[in-house]
Nanobody, 124 residues
Framework: QVQLVESGGGLVQAGGSLRLSCAAS????????IGWFRQAPGKEREFVAA???????YYADSVKGRFTISRDNAKATVYLQMNSLKPEDTAVYYC??????????????????WGQGTQVTVSS
C-alpha cells in the first residue's frame, strides 16, 4: 500500500502558475505509475497528466503545453507544474497511483490509491 499527500494548491489569478506536489510513502515509489486528476464542482473527475515508472509523460489535451508532470524517485514525489492557468482549471486536484502499470490510464478506476486532494482556484 502507498499513501499519497498532495500539496501546493491555492488561489491564483488567470495567467499565473502553481506547482503541486504529490508525496508518497510506503512501498517502493519507483514501481508506481502516478497520475493527476481534477474534479470541479458538479463535474466528473477527469484525467490531467501521468508519469510512468520510466518517466514517460502523458497529458490531457486541455493542459498540453501548459502543465508539466515530473517525478523525483529519490524524494518519492511527483510534481505538476501548472502555467498559464485559466479559470476553467479551477478544481480539486488529486494524485493517484498504480503499482507495476504497463502503460497508463485516463480513467479513475485504473488507479489503486488516491490522495485527499488539494484545491486550486483560478480567478479571472
Amino acid at each position: 500500500q502507498v499513501q499519497l499527500v498532495e500539496s501546493g494548491g491555492g488561489l491564483v489569478q488567470a495567467g499565473g502558475s502553481l506547482r503541486l506536489s504529490c508525496a508518497a510513502s510506503g512501498r517502493t515509489f519507483s514501481n508506481y505509475l502516478i497520475g493527476w486528476f481534477r474534479q470541479a464542482p458538479g463535474k466528473e473527475r477527469e484525467f490531467v497528466a501521468a508519469v510512468s515508472r520510466g518517466g514517460s509523460t502523458y497529458y490531457a489535451d486541455s493542459v498540453k503545453g501548459r502543465f508539466t508532470i515530473s517525478r523525483d524517485n529519490a524524494k518519492a514525489t511527483v510534481y505538476l507544474q501548472m502555467n498559464s492557468l485559466k479559470p476553467e482549471d479551477t478544481a480539486v486536484y488529486y494524485c493517484a497511483s498504480k503499482l507495476f502499470a504497463l502503460g497508463y490510464g485516463t480513467t479513475p478506476n485504473y488507479y489503486d490509491y488516491w490522495g485527499q486532494g488539494t484545491q486550486v482556484t483560478v480567478s479571472s
